[in-house]
T-cell receptor, first 113, second 113 residues
Framework: AQSVTQLDSQVPVFEEAPVELRCNYS??????LFWYVQYPNQGLQLLLK??????LVESINGFEAEFNKSQTSFHLRKPSVHISDTAEYFC???????????FGPGTSLSVIP | DTAVSQTPKYLVTQMGNDKSIKCEQN?????MYWYKQDSKKFLKIMFS???????INETVPNRFSPKSPDKAHLNLHINSLELGDSAVYFC????????????FGSGTRLTVV
C-alpha cells in the first residue's frame, strides 16, 4: 500500500532564504508524485507533479522538486521564498495502479519578514 | 467561472441534525471525490464516483451518504451529525487517469455544536 511521510510539520524561514520541504513515499509499484499548496481558508492547488521522464520538475512560481527513486523521495525546494509562499504544502502519491491519491500530513511553511 | 464549486462555504448546525453539502464541476472530468480535512490539516478520502458510479467507499460511518445525479455533481448528505464530524470537507475532481492531478473546491467548513 502507498503511504507518504512529510517529516517536518512546521518550517519557519526568513524571506529570501532557501527552503526545502521533505517528502518520502512508500510504494511497491510505479508512482505519480504531486505537491499541492493550500493557502489559508482555501482549497488545495496543484503546484507540480512527476509522472515520468525528467526527475526534476518545476512550477511556474519558482518551486522545484526532484524525484529520487532510490531514496523514495520527492523533496520540494525554492531558492528564495517570499511572504506570499506562506501556506500548507502537501505531498501526495498516486499511480497507474491505484484508484486514488494519498496525501501526506502536510508541512506548514511560514515565511518571516 | 469556478471550476469546482461547493455550497455552502460555512455550515454551523446542532448535534443530531441532518445536512447536505453540494458540489459541482464544470471541467468535464469523469471522477469526483469527497475528502475530509481534520483540525490538524490531515486529508482523508471518503468517497469517489466515476461517471455516477461509486468506486471508492472508505471506512466512513453509514451516516454519510454520497449521491451523484450526473458526472458533474457529487453531493454529500450527513445524518445525525456528531461533534466529531466537525471538519472541512473538500470536493475534488479529476480525469480518470489521475495524470493531471485533482482540482479542489474551496471547501465547506462544518461546525457541529
Amino acid at each position: 500500500a502507498q503511504s507518504v511521510t512529510q517529516l517536518d510539520s512546521q518550517v519557519p524561514v526568513f524571506e529570501e532564504a532557501p527552503v526545502e520541504l521533505r517528502c518520502n513515499y512508500s510504494s511497491s509499484v510505479s508512482v505519480y508524485l504531486f505537491w499541492y499548496v493550500q493557502y489559508p481558508n482555501q482549497g488545495l492547488q496543484l503546484l507540480l507533479k512527476y509522472l515520468s521522464g525528467s526527475t526534476l520538475v518545476e512550477s511556474i512560481n519558482g518551486f522545484e522538486a526532484e524525484f529520487n527513486k532510490s531514496q523514495t523521495s520527492f523533496h520540494l525546494r525554492k531558492p528564495s521564498v517570499h511572504i506570499s509562499d506562506t501556506a500548507e504544502y502537501f505531498c501526495a502519491v498516486g499511480g497507474p495502479s491505484y484508484d486514488k491519491v494519498i496525501f501526506g500530513p502536510g508541512t506548514s511553511l511560514s515565511v518571516i519578514p | 467561472d469556478t471550476a469546482v464549486s461547493q455550497t455552502p462555504k460555512y455550515l454551523v448546525t446542532q448535534m443530531g441534525n441532518d445536512k447536505s453539502i453540494k458540489c459541482e464541476q464544470n471541467l468535464g472530468h469523469d471522477t469526483m471525490y469527497w475528502y475530509k480535512q481534520d483540525s490538524k490539516k490531515f486529508l482523508k478520502i471518503m468517497f469517489s464516483y466515476n461517471n455516477k458510479e461509486l468506486i471508492i467507499n472508505e471506512t466512513v460511518p453509514n451516516r454519510f451518504s454520497p449521491k451523484s445525479p450526473d458526472k458533474a455533481h457529487l453531493n454529500l448528505h450527513i445524518n445525525s451529525l456528531e461533534l466529531g464530524d466537525s471538519a472541512v470537507y473538500f470536493c475534488a475532481s479529476s480525469e480518470m487517469t489521475q495524470n493531471y492531478g485533482y482540482t479542489f473546491g474551496s471547501g465547506t467548513r462544518l461546525t457541529v455544536v
